[in-house]
């Protein structure tokens, strides 16, 4: 049995910061790509930002230069720093990861941007 679970949302301000976290635990053989998702109220999930098992990372162009995936690899955890934050950055945000070459979704973490 393998888990994911994200830690570190909460409120913040406009122009705030906020890390989340996605630890993955249970019996891992390997992790390829993690990702971090994101859904608005009414809206579609849609892809924030993902780091492969190499380091590669790629962003959604509505997150670009204000946030940073990175992992660990020895800790099977990714991180999301996510800086200048914006109103429509509020959303729940999910983390997603390809355990065992199966997919495996985080129980979200609500990040709430506003003044």
């Known amino acids: 049995q393998v888990q994911l679970v994200e830690s570190g949302g909460g409120w913040v301000q406009p122009g705030g910061s906020l890390r989340l976290s996605c630890a993955a635990s249970?019996?891992?053989?390997?992790?390829?790509?993690m990702d971090w998702y994101r859904q608005a109220p009414g809206q579609e999930r849609e892809l924030v930002a993902r780091?492969?098992?190499?380091?590669?990372?790629r962003y959604a162009d509505s997150v670009q230069g204000r946030f940073t995936v990175s992992r660990s690899n020895a800790k099977n955890t990714a991180y999301l720093q996510m800086n200048s934050l914006k109103p429509e950055d509020t959303a729940v945000y999910y983390c997603?990861?390809?355990?065992?070459?199966?997919?495996?979704w985080g129980q979200g973490t609500q990040v709430t941007v506003s003044s």
């Open positions: 249970g019996t891992i053989f390997r992790i390829t790509a």
């Open positions: 997603h990861a390809v355990i065992n070459d199966s997919n495996s």
């Open positions: 780091v492969t098992s190499d380091g590669i990372t």
